[in-house]
């Protein structure tokens, strides 16, 4: 019998990367979602009642103002809880936290309590919750000034736009690819998770890479140069490397 997997956000940057690998798996059946089933309560509930397993992903990461990015990610969660219940169903609900729980911005603060939503469904319901916090991702076909730093820096190289690095400091990367394997385990049950309350566990994924700001950015000119300006292949023999160019490409 096929696992029965629904991914909130699947139209989003980790979201799009997670859907399509799932979909290369043979004992696993996708449940399509669309975002317009959170503005709907007969799609959610129609939604929640296929799925074996939610991956939760659907989430504000950037606004003008945070209070609207804090609302709308609680407001999310709440109602997928909500529909969850009323089915009177218990999905192994993974949810896409963030490092920045520990901080004080609102951002985080929506993490923080929307995971403690759904902790206290699990504890509720017996339905089974993980968090996967997870630190800064890169890849293809994520969307400058929005996901990272790195989908900002690929675009403005590519079509020579001035880049500006307000802080050279270092920072801690995975490959999306990397990211969406880690997911699968989650979701195959095939790696260790760490329990954190009653049918709730944690898992958190940490960075693959670590590097300063700058160095991004001279290695994407050093790649338009060599490779769009002269048509010549980079040495891509580090994984971070390759990782780095194929993301450049797409742009």
């Given at each position: 019998?096929?696992?029965r997997?629904?991914?909130?956000?699947?139209?989003?940057?980790?979201?799009?990367?997670?859907?399509?690998?799932?979909?290369?798996?043979?004992h696993?059946?996708?449940?399509?979602?669309?975002?317009?089933?959170?503005?709907?309560?007969?799609?959610?509930?129609?939604?929640?009642?296929?799925?074996?397993?939610?991956?939760?992903?659907?989430?504000?990461?950037?606004h003008?103002?945070?209070?609207?990015?804090?609302?709308?990610n609680?407001?999310?969660?709440?109602?997928?809880?909500?529909?969850?219940?009323?089915?009177?169903?218990?999905?192994?609900?993974?949810?896409?936290?963030?490092?920045?729980?520990?901080?004080?911005?609102?951002y985080?603060?929506?993490?923080k309590e929307?995971?403690?939503?759904?902790?206290?469904?699990?504890?509720?319901?017996?339905?089974?919750?993980?968090?996967?916090?997870?630190?800064?991702?890169?890849?293809?076909f994520?969307?400058?000034?929005?996901?990272?730093?790195?989908?900002?820096?690929?675009?403005?190289?590519?079509?020579?736009?001035?880049?500006?690095?307000?802080?050279?400091?270092?920072?801690?990367?995975?490959?999306?690819?990397?990211?969406?394997?880690?997911?699968?385990?989650?979701?195959?049950?095939?790696?260790?998770?760490?329990?954190?309350?009653?049918?709730?566990?944690?898992?958190?994924?940490?960075p693959?890479?670590?590097?300063?700001?700058?160095?991004?950015?001279?290695?994407?000119?050093r790649?338009?140069?060599?490779?769009?300006?002269?048509?010549?292949?980079?040495?891509?023999?580090?994984?971070?490397?390759?990782?780095?160019?194929?993301t450049?490409?797409?742009?």
């Open positions: 019998m096929k696992l997997v629904g991914v909130t956000g699947q139209a989003g940057f980790v979201g799009y990367h997670l859907y399509r690998t799932l979909a290369l798996k043979e696993i059946e996708l449940i399509s979602f669309d975002r317009s089933f959170f503005d709907n309560v007969s799609l959610l509930a129609a939604f929640v009642k296929q799925c074996d397993v939610i991956v939760h992903l659907a989430a504000m990461n950037r003008d103002d945070q209070q609207v990015i804090y609302d709308t609680v407001t999310l969660v709440s109602q997928l809880v909500t529909a969850c219940e009323k089915e009177n169903v218990s999905p192994h609900i993974l949810f896409s936290s963030s490092s920045q729980e520990a901080k004080d911005n609102l985080g603060k929506s993490k929307g995971k403690k939503l759904f902790m206290n469904w699990a504890k509720r319901t017996e339905g089974t919750f993980t968090s996967l916090t997870i630190p800064n991702v890169f890849g293809p994520g969307k400058p000034n929005y996901n990272s730093v790195v989908a900002t820096f690929c675009h403005k190289v590519a079509h020579n736009e001035k880049t500006t690095i307000l802080n050279d400091g270092e920072v801690g990367l995975i490959y999306v690819n990397d990211l969406v394997e880690r997911f699968i385990k989650v979701i195959e049950k095939k790696i260790e998770t760490k329990e954190i309350g009653h049918h709730s566990f944690e898992l958190i994924i940490a693959v890479t670590h590097i300063k700001v700058s160095k991004i950015l001279s290695m994407l000119h790649y338009k140069s060599d490779y769009m300006g002269n048509g010549i292949f980079p040495s891509l023999e580090k994984p971070f490397d390759k990782a780095l160019f194929n450049f490409r797409c742009y």
